[in-house]
């Protein structure tokens, strides 16, 4: 076992304490990738997606002009983050103009590529 399995193993022990408590905790791993996740209580498939897409951008913005495929991933990103933040709401007109503006730079990006991989 890694290092990494011996801590997760160790957290579930930990976390015992809580459940004995009736606190609620969800626990996702992916060890392979020494990743945990705990997700309290309160935790709903929106904020869990709202979460997950902060992962997303940030991957969006490091990755910068440097990968091919960074815009893809960052006008994706901007497009999920305005229909998550509206979720319980509507669409504005300007957030319907920002993601008419994201799928065209989806399009154009996605020219360039096809461009790219013919050469």
Not at 60 to 85: G, M, Q, R
């Amino acid at each position: 076992m890694t290092n990494f399995e011996n801590f997760y193993h160790d957290l579930l022990e930990f976390t015992k304490k809580y459940e004995q408590q009736n606190i609620p905790l969800k626990i996702e791993r992916d060890l392979e990738n020494d990743i945990i996740k705990i997700f309290g209580e309160k935790i709903t498939p929106l904020s869990r997606a709202q979460n997950g897409l902060n992962d997303v951008t940030e991957l969006a913005y490091t990755a910068a002009e440097h990968h091919p495929f960074w815009n893809l991933i960052y006008n994706c990103s901007e497009i999920t983050n305005s229909v998550l933040e509206k979720w319980k709401d509507s669409l504005s007109e300007d957030d319907l103009s920002d993601i008419e503006w994201s799928i065209k730079e989806l399009n154009q990006t996605l020219e360039k590529i096809k461009k790219n991989s013919k050469s």
